[in-house]
């Protein structure tokens, strides 16, 4: 769907990304992850042709990105925002033509998005007399009215109250079942674990970390294992933090030390019933740190 | 550019379609006759509301008669200074002329004592009716007799015309002339200030919002800069042909329901006493109307249309970079400051040297530069302008636009997408410099 490939982009001395390479795979939900500052706005804003790159290339559908992709791709910015007085139908009409609609088709879809959401009945309201959470229904509309292929969103929580965010969630999941590839960008890696598919991780300019999630996941080994046990009969090894203790009833956290879940079990049993035991993975976010430790450059 | 066309459309619309352009554009015609009406109406009530002020005459030369008029009545009755201030002093009287015994040749030591500070217009009064009657006292000293002076006595009026390089005569009046040139110049720097700033809050709120972001990626910087730009102007070009549309419905009316008098024309001149006295007789709207008919119209509105519209590109550019490059209207004052200068220069120059001599160098260097002569041309226009230094001044405008359009695009194209940092006059020339 979308590589890229050696992309350089500079501000006077401060480098914002550095020899980025990336393949966003068709269909699917990719994440960009990063901290603040990391580059992925910069990342966004070049596949978007906001700005230019200084070298490296980017390619949609095995061409060079150029005027004719912008139809096929769809943002939704950071901080959001509409002209407050404008109503909903000329604002959406405006930017369904901004995006290379005629002017029927444009019609045609304005209303049947409306009615997909139910709110025809605001057609001529005014942006600023519609609430935080009715505007951000007409932004995501306006994202896609023009069926992209690519939907490119960045931070798209942030400032979602969780019913919401739920119902963003579900548009994202249904677009992403029509076939749309969905490029993700957030800094709060925790939030897009359960929805990505895969993700490539940004830090200072440069890919640290891609690939599926579960790959990912596979590549780094369990820190610790969570456990618990019942009819406690002797008093556990230091090391072993626990968590909870009720009566015989204790729940723990094993590090794994380079022992094999096995190994752990065993030496677990001899304390009492085993009634639960489970591998914890990292988190997106400690693999992140871990990563970038490793790299050497924190 | 099927895009650019969007954006222009979309600035003309949501402009044009808002409650505040229809009250703005109706009540604006309506509001400046108002005012004026006002003003001559209050000018009217003062006069005849103005009780008769009577002055006391103490004169020691027993030499003058001052004449009453329709505001001051002179009263002789012989009294002392001292006696005649009491009755200042009881209210008897307004003040007191004193008339010491002096050499008529060099007349000293004439006063007026009162309760307030007197007009100028009453000193003024006193002074030209009192070297009138020394005048007419020493010549009559000389031997010439009071009724050949009144016979001598003549009132003279000059008529001016220019001269035509086919040799055709023109009637002129600097009034009229004066009139034009304030008008339009004023007009266009309103227009100026006013559109410039919508453009540059226009700006701002694409770029607060991030719309930009959105629009960047379909079409160029410099299209949706464009676009704004011609937009709003369309705005402003339609409110001005409404006004005009309004105000000569509004004026035929007025002038059928009043007789043929033009009541701005007189308002004008209430107004501004300053221009009365430069005026001829302005009773006479005959001459009037042959003036204004011996203007180049066609000139003139071309002229205008041309520099309103000139100047508003030029500026409105500038307008975008500084929206381009603040996050909120608050922080543009410091920007504005390259853009506020020249067009107060410009303001101020009609008026200090443009109207007050249409020919001097300086009014002619204001209105050859592109920062200024937008306003200071309008001034000399209806006094007649060589051709090629319309053609210069032209020629300037439109090199200064381009010259502004793409210093405000390389500040625009980057500062649209520059947030949370305040920037200063170097992070401005450093956008400037940098090459992509």
């Not at chain 2, 103490?58 to 505001?71: A, H, K, R, W």
């Not at chain 2, 919508?198 to 960047?216: A, D, F, H, N, Y």
Request: aromatic letters at 10%; charged letters at 20%.
């Amino acid at each position: 769907m979308l590589e890229i490939h050696q992309l350089n982009k500079a501000y006077g001395s401060h480098k914002a990304l550095t020899d980025l390479d990336l393949v966003v795979p068709q269909g699917g939900i990719f994440g960009l992850l990063g901290p603040n500052g990391a580059g992925k706005t910069t990342l966004i804003r070049i596949i978007n042709q906001i700005i230019e790159q200084d070298s490296g290339e980017v390619v949609m559908d095995g061409q060079r990105l150029s005027g004719e992709s912008i139809r096929k791709i769809g943002y939704l910015p950071e901080e959001r925002g509409l002209y407050k007085k404008m109503g909903v139908w000329d604002q959406l009409i405006y930017f369904s033509r901004i995006k290379g609609l005629t002017a029927s088709e444009a019609k045609q879809r304005v209303q049947l998005w409306l009615e997909k959401f139910d709110i025809a009945s605001w057609k001529n309201k005014k942006i600023e007399d519609l609430s935080k959470g009715m505007a951000q229904k007409i932004q995501f509309i306006a994202t896609v009215i023009h069926e992209p292929r690519l939907l490119i969103l960045d931070e798209p929580f942030s400032g979602f109250d969780p019913v919401n965010a739920a119902l963003l969630k579900d548009e994202i999941l249904e677009l992403k079942k029509t076939g749309t590839t969905i490029l993700l960008s957030t800094h709060r890696m925790e939030s897009v674990e359960l929805l990505c598919d895969q993700v490539a991780m940004i830090h200072k300019s440069k890919k640290i970390l891609d690939g599926s999630i579960r790959e990912i996941k596979s590549r780094f080994r369990p820190l610790e294992i969570r456990a618990s046990i019942d009819q406690l009969n002797q008093e556990l090894p230091a090391h072993w933090q626990v968590e909870s203790r009720e009566g015989g009833r204790v729940e723990l956290l094993l590090p794994v030390n380079g022992q094999s879940p096995n190994q752990l079990l065993q030496e677990l049993m001899a304390f009492g019933q085993v009634t639960s035991f489970q591998e914890r993975f990292p988190s997106m976010e400690e693999i992140f740190i871990q990563q970038v430790n490793a790299s050497g450059h924190a | 550019m099927h895009k650019v066309l969007l954006v222009i459309q979309r600035e003309y619309l949501a402009r044009v379609k808002k409650k505040s352009f229809l009250i703005a554009t109706l009540l604006t015609p309506l509001i400046f006759p108002a005012i004026m009406a006002v003003f001559v109406w209050i000018a009217v009530e003062e006069k005849e509301n103005q009780s008769l002020r009577v002055i006391e005459v103490v004169d020691e030369t027993g030499l003058f008669f001052m004449e009453s008029s329709e505001q001051y009545a002179f009263s002789s009755s012989g009294k002392s200074l001292e006696e005649a201030k009491t009755l200042v002093n009881s209210g008897e009287r307004y003040g007191v002329l004193y008339l010491p015994k002096m050499e008529l040749s060099a007349p000293q030591g004439i006063q007026f004592y009162g309760m307030e500070n007197p007009s100028t217009s009453l000193i003024g009064y006193l002074e030209g009716a009192l070297k009138r009657k020394i005048e007419d006292q020493r010549l009559y000293a000389k031997g010439i007799d009071p009724i050949v002076l009144k016979e001598i006595r003549t009132d003279v009026k000059i008529q001016s015309l220019t001269l035509g390089e086919a040799g055709e005569e023109k009637i002129t009046d600097a009034t009229v002339n004066y009139a034009i040139g304030f008008l339009s110049g004023i007009l266009i720097y309103l227009f100026i200030f006013i559109y410039g700033n919508q453009i540059m809050q226009g700006v701002i709120e694409e770029k607060s919002t991030r719309i930009v972001e959105i629009l960047v990626s379909s079409l160029k910087p410099f299209q949706l800069m464009m676009g704004k730009i011609v937009g709003i102007g369309a705005v402003g070009l339609t409110q001005f042909l409404i006004w005009v549309l309004l105000v000569s419905t509004l004026s035929t009316v007025v002038m059928g329901v009043l007789g043929m008098q033009m009541p701005q024309q007189q308002a004008m001149e209430m107004a501004n006493p300053e221009l009365m006295a430069t005026s001829p007789d302005t009773g006479q709207l005959g001459e009037i109307l042959q003036v204004i008919h011996g203007i180049d119209f066609v000139t003139l509105v071309a002229a205008f249309v041309f520099y309103f519209l000139g100047g508003y590109l030029l500026y409105g550019a500038l307008f975008a970079a500084v929206g381009a490059a603040v996050d909120a209207p608050s922080d543009a004052q410091q920007f504005m400051f390259p853009i506020t200068i020249p067009l107060l220069v410009g303001y101020m120059g009609l008026f200090v040297f443009v109207l007050q001599d249409p020919g001097s160098s300086t009014s002619f260097w204001l209105s050859i530069i592109p920062l200024t002569s937008p306003i200071a041309m309008m001034g000399r226009i209806s006094y007649g302008v060589p051709y090629w230094e319309l053609g210069l001044s032209m020629g300037l405008l439109v090199l200064g636009f381009f010259g502004t359009t793409w210093l405000a695009a390389k500040i625009y194209r980057i500062g649209i997408l520059m947030h949370g940092t305040k920037p200063s006059y170097k992070v401005l020339w450093k956008w400037l410099r940098s090459s992509n």
